[in-house]
């Protein structure tokens, strides 16, 4: 496999508690990674073009002023350049010097189109707007991007903590073994530790899984063991996060069956939206 190197991290930021937990996570993995981070802010043009002025205004059989539409957007303007300072600032303190970008546009087609340039991008669990976006059928922006995205994406939680292990949960598929080859050169650069689950019934499969797993880990001579776990995988994941015994997971993004995750959910969504640790997740 080819070795992952993330010099360019994407951090996307609207001022939230959670955003700036991401931020923390970005100085400390950038730090460790020798890379370059860069703070997205986007003004989310559905609130200056979606439904809420349009319900307001013809509730009252009238069109919105423009100079109301303008002032709305100047203090959007304002409020980003603001977020972004403080972005920047908290770089600087830790003696990195980020670039910082501001653009309009929909939440999470920004974050695709800039998460391009970028090797990794991460991205808070929650956003400002968390409680009005709850979706069974459209998801979080973090689900969005995670479906969509070319590049890993890192979801972090609500809490700060300094990660010293991994886990990786391991089904054979192609992105867990992409997952494992993350995983495995984070490793080498880090020297965390990584304990791989595999959470299956079947003996056979466990045993030829744990093999597969050993023998690709083999020559990167990192500290690493295989255990496995009987059940449902999205309970069994986050049981095994609850535990304590990881600061990272990493994990394949979704599965061969899009219709049954639009409207189940999936193992993916479920973990990005329990974990309370950062989720690492590539396809």
């Given at each position: 496999?080819?070795?992952?190197?993330?010099?360019?991290?994407?951090i996307p930021t609207d001022g939230s508690d959670y955003?700036?937990?991401?931020?923390?996570?970005?100085?400390?993995?950038?730090?460790?990674?020798?890379?370059?981070?860069?703070?997205?802010?986007?003004?989310?043009?559905?609130?200056?073009?979606?439904?809420?002025?349009?319900?307001?205004?013809?509730?009252?059989?009238?069109?919105?002023?423009?100079?109301?539409?303008?002032?709305?957007?100047?203090?959007?303007?304002?409020?980003?350049?603001?977020?972004?300072?403080?972005?920047?600032?908290?770089?600087?303190?830790?003696?990195?010097?980020?670039?910082?970008?501001?653009?309009?546009?929909?939440?999470?087609?920004?974050?695709?189109?800039?998460?391009?340039?970028?090797?990794?991008?991460?991205?808070?669990?929650?956003?400002?707007?968390?409680?009005?976006?709850?979706?069974?059928?459209?998801?979080?922006?973090?689900?969005?991007?995670?479906?969509?995205?070319?590049?890993?994406?890192?979801?972090?939680?609500?809490?700060?903590?300094?990660?010293?292990?991994?886990?990786?949960?391991?089904?054979?598929?192609?992105?867990?073994?992409?997952?494992?080859?993350?995983?495995?050169?984070?490793?080498?650069?880090?020297?965390?530790?990584?304990?791989?689950?595999?959470?299956?019934?079947?003996?056979?499969?466990?045993?030829?899984?744990?093999?597969?797993?050993?023998?690709?880990?083999?020559?990167?001579?990192?500290?690493?063991?295989?255990?496995?776990?009987?059940?449902?995988?999205?309970?069994?994941?986050?049981?095994?996060?609850?535990?304590?015994?990881?600061?990272?997971?990493?994990?394949?993004?979704?599965?061969?069956?899009?219709?049954?995750?639009?409207?189940?959910?999936?193992?993916?969504?479920?973990?990005?939206?329990?974990?309370?640790?950062?989720?690492?997740?590539?396809?």
């Amino acid at each position: 496999m080819k070795a992952m190197i993330i010099r360019q991290i994407l951090i996307p930021t609207d001022g939230s508690d959670y955003s700036k937990t991401a931020l923390e996570y970005g100085i400390y993995i950038g730090k460790l990674l020798d890379a370059q981070l860069t703070g997205l802010h986007i003004i989310d043009i559905k609130i200056i073009q979606g439904p809420i002025f349009s319900d307001i205004f013809g509730s009252v059989s009238l069109s919105p002023f423009p100079e109301f539409l303008t002032a709305i957007e100047k203090g959007l303007d304002e409020r980003a350049d603001s977020i972004l300072e403080t972005f920047r600032k908290r770089c600087e303190g830790e003696g990195l010097i980020p670039r910082i970008k501001k653009v309009t546009g929909i939440i999470d087609e920004e974050i695709l189109r800039e998460g391009r340039e970028a090797d990794l991008i991460l991205l808070a669990q929650r956003g400002e707007h968390y409680p009005l976006s709850q979706s069974v059928l459209l998801g979080s922006t973090a689900e969005a991007v995670v479906r969509k995205s070319g590049k890993p994406v890192l979801v972090t939680p609500g809490k700060f903590q300094q990660i010293e292990s991994m886990g990786l949960a391991y089904d054979g598929s192609p992105p867990a073994q992409h997952a494992l080859g993350i995983a495995a050169q984070l490793s080498v650069k880090t020297k965390w530790p990584l304990t791989v689950i595999l959470i299956t019934d079947h003996a056979s499969l466990a045993a030829d899984l744990t093999k597969r797993v050993e023998v690709y880990l083999e020559p990167f001579e990192i500290d690493s063991d295989v255990i496995v776990l009987r059940g449902k995988e999205e309970k069994e994941i986050i049981k095994f996060i609850q535990e304590g015994a990881v600061e990272l997971m990493l994990m394949g993004a979704y599965g061969t069956s899009r219709f049954k995750e639009l409207l189940l959910g999936s193992t993916t969504s479920y973990v990005i939206r329990n974990s309370t640790i950062p989720v690492l997740l590539t396809r």
